[in-house]
């Protein structure tokens, strides 16, 4: 809004030309939504409390860790609103609105932060840790998933490739399978992250540096000169992206002032799965899905802790992590809850560094 706006009046005064820099527009959509969170974090934490969003819930068949979380009944959940609304308002004011990519991911963080927020709703309501049913929000987000996938694929200037992190012309052809590969990273990232999302302050961490990481993979990919030089999938229209990119860290640092050990407000699943979504498909949109596969490993562990705990347990009758997902298992070992969440996040930060080292490992 402000690009449509301000840029024009660099016919009058040459400073507005600055708006033309998507650099520029980057860090001010990161301090946006910094700023926004940071000041409007009380107000929603109050308003929160004072309808009882409340995180009076304890996990089922769950008993090992309760003893974690007796100080957290009472703070409040669903503070995900938080950050999507850092996110939309930022992207707003600083976003080139006339970008259809912009505009697919702010559908995204929707739809997938609407599918949350009614499933932190039913579980308040009921008092208990079933909101909406897992087939009920699958098939949300897969309709989402089916939607973006076609789509991309009807796109006549998408690339249908798959692309090889560290191998410069590897590329796999994806064809009829491109839209279930779609729905694959876009469902499979946001439940991810919604299983990392069970201490304080380590979701939204982790996906800090991995969207920092991101910023800078979308901005380069949506040049055409350093596309080329690197050897990377050029993506007309991606470097707008980093706007979205920067203003998802600025959201994420601003919603970890206060959710941070000992948080004062909870995500719940409202930011959890909108936030999820919103990293899958960045990843979609520039070409990079293998590459989250680094840069998000700390969520990709997360779930594949959890799938080989009941795999395990269903076939051999035997677990292998003493609770998943594995920052339980952590904690079960002994270690302080802020030592297993800082822990995680240095994890979280090399792989931010290795997954941009593939654009010049190639």
Known sequence: MLYYFLYPLRDYLFFFNIFKYITFRAVGASVTAFL??????????????RFRVMNETKREHADKIHSFYEAKDKIPTMGGVLIVGSLLVSNLLWGDLSNRYLWILLLVVLWFGAIGFVDDFLKLKNGNTRGLSSLVKLIGQFVLGISLGTFLY??????????IPFLKEVTIYLGIWFVPFIVLVLVGTSNALNLTDGLDGLAVGCLAFAAGAFAILTYLAGRADFAEYLGIPY???ASELAVFCTSLVGAAVGFLWYNSYPATVMMGDTGSLSLGGALGAVAILIKSELVLLIVGGIFVWEALSVILQVMSFRLFKKRVFLMSPYHHHLQLKGLEESKVTIRLWIVAFILALIGLSTLKLR
């Open 36 to 49: 926004i969170a940071i000041f409007l974090g009380p107000f929603v934490i109050r308003w929160l409390a």
């Open 154 to 163: 009807l796109d006549g200037t998408f690339p249908k490739l798959l692309y």
């Open 235 to 237: 993506v007309i229209g």
